[in-house]
């Protein structure tokens, strides 16, 4: 196989903290590499070092002539009011029919390729950006957490088009179960440390487990030969027939060294301050229609959601999930019919892009503070704070150097201080690492409020909700049970 690309020693830093550590690594044609490590770690850093839009401080990267990255953004890229088929027009450079055949790959077709793509479901403009990426016929594609928004049938279909793909990815996401189907080695940045291995992300995971308990049972064994070699020269050293062989005890002690095993990161513990437990109705529908002026998108929708239920919405990319979501949080109005919220119910809502708004220039403690409830002690704020991994030093950082899934943190950990009744929660798992978003589940199973949430994370769905609503073919229908 071909070097696309030699990382050797490269290191990297924002001020003091380095999250590149003479890090090396070669990527060739044809692999598969689902790349992990925590929010902040500095995979996004990499990926834009990958694509030249950032310089290293020190090492060297060797790109082989023929590469041809494709890169998958998180970010938004298109212009306003322009249709799928203009962007891909004019992001490839390629003619209209050219560019209509390969959108068809991803079933972008009539409205979805002609209308305006701004107004699409995050994961149809996600199916855009990826018929835009063949369209540059890349032999190396860098997807950074490709799965954020799509249901379970475009999952499907991005799994097959990767599958099939003859070039090399690099695929960061918090998915295991995609990296699983997907990814043939995992590749791993810890402290500023690049590990590839030969493996899924879950037999990766495994093999660190099995080689950190063996360096502890081989430390445990040198630590015991150590103490039985320092009993007999203490005993032995001033003997003068002993003497001797206390010297030669001495220096076998001095050849004993501990494999050295590094420290656990910080575990993830999510705390939801609680609320008072409520009884009755949430929040009731009553033929209620959603849409737009010129767009309905569900009618008759009659419903009801109990307090202390953890409801999850269901349903297809394009169907109405979010419009649903953004009708009950009163960001649109309904087109017909009654929604009523019980007495006194304080609702928080976290928006699929909520964390791209984030006041760049206050500090992680001003925006917590800002967002607590009267009467949060800052013990509170702390004990918040740390679950989510910032620690106290940490607070007076500036919101505009976090990373995407530290932003993310943040926005949940306002929310969660704001001391709501009702959280509404859009695919809260986008941008959080796999550990955090199984805190997260942790934690909202044990709220006593009402939760209200949509996600494309089959585990997380399946150990959260209560109960499940289907937004489906122009109809929104409730069911008891996961």
Avoid at 145 to 161: A, G, K, Y
Avoid at 421 to 447: K, R, W, Y
Wanted: aromatic share 6%; glycine share 8%.
């Amino acid at each position: 196989m071909a070097t696309l690309i030699e990382i050797s020693n490269v290191t990297k830093s924002y001020g003091a903290q380095e999250l590149l550590k003479e890090a090396s690594i070669a990527l060739a044609d044809e692999q598969k590499i689902g790349f992990i490590g925590r929010n902040g770690a500095g995979k996004s850093t990499l990926l834009r070092i990958l694509l030249e839009e950032e310089t290293v401080d020190s090492g060297q990267i060797v790109r082989h002539p023929n590469l041809r990255v494709g890169y998958l953004r998180q970010h938004d890229p298109f212009k306003p009011g322009e249709s799928a088929l203009d962007f891909l027009m004019r992001d490839s450079g390629q003619p209209d029919w050219r560019c209509g055949a390969v959108a068809g790959q991803f079933e972008l077709k009539g409205r979805f390729l002609n209308g305006p793509v701004k107004e699409l479901s995050g994961g149809w403009q996600t199916r855009v950006k990826l018929a835009a990426l063949l369209l540059h016929e890349p032999n190396f594609l860098m997807l950074d957490e490709p799965t954020n928004f799509l249901d379970l049938r475009t999952q499907l279909l991005l799994e097959d088009f990767l599958k099939d793909y003859r070039g090399a990815c690099l695929v960061v996401s918090h998915d295991r179960s995609f990296l699983k189907a997907i990814c043939t080695q995992t590749l791993e940045l810890k402290r500023g440390k690049l590990t590839l291995f030969n493996g899924n992300v879950d037999r990766y995971l495994e093999n660190q487990e099995i080689l950190k308990e063996r360096d502890e049972r081989t430390n445990a064994t040198v630590l015991a030969k150590r103490r039985q070699l320092e009993t007999f020269i203490a005993k032995n050293k001033a003997g003068a027939n002993t003497a001797s062989q206390a010297r030669s005890k001495e220096k076998q002690l001095a050849r004993l060294t501990l494999t050295e095993i590094e420290s656990a990161e910080s575990t993830v513990n999510i705390i939801i301050p609680q609320t008072e437990k409520r009884q009755g109705v949430a929040l009731s529908c009553i033929h209620l229609a959603i849409g737009y002026p010129d767009l309905r998108v569900a009618d008759n929708i009659t419903l009801e959601i109990e307090h202390g239920s953890r409801a999850a919405i269901v349903g297809d990319n394009g169907q109405g999930k979010t419009t649903f979501l953004r009708t009950i949080t009163d960001s649109l109005k309904p087109l017909a019919g009654e929604l009523r919220w019980g007495y006194h119910c304080n609702v928080a809502c976290y928006a699929q892009h909520v964390y791209t708004s984030l006041p760049d220039e206050q500090t992680i403690r001003d925006y917590l503070e800002l967002e607590s409830a009267p009467g949060t002690t800052n013990q509170q704020i702390l004990a918040v704070a740390g679950s989510f991994l910032f620690k106290e030093q940490a607070l007076d950082k500036p919101i505009k150097v976090l990373s995407g899934g530290e932003r993310a943190r943040l926005c949940l950990a306002g929310i969660l201080l704001g001391k709501h009744s009702i959280l509404i929660l859009d695919e809260p798992g986008n941008h959080l690492d796999v550990e955090t978003v199984e805190a997260l589940g942790n934690a909202l199973v044990q709220f006593q409020g009402t939760v209200i949430f949509t996600s494309h994370d089959r585990h997380f769905m399946s150990k959260v909700a209560t109960d499940v609503i289907e937004v489906a073919n122009g109809s929104v229908k409730s069911y008891e049970g996961d």
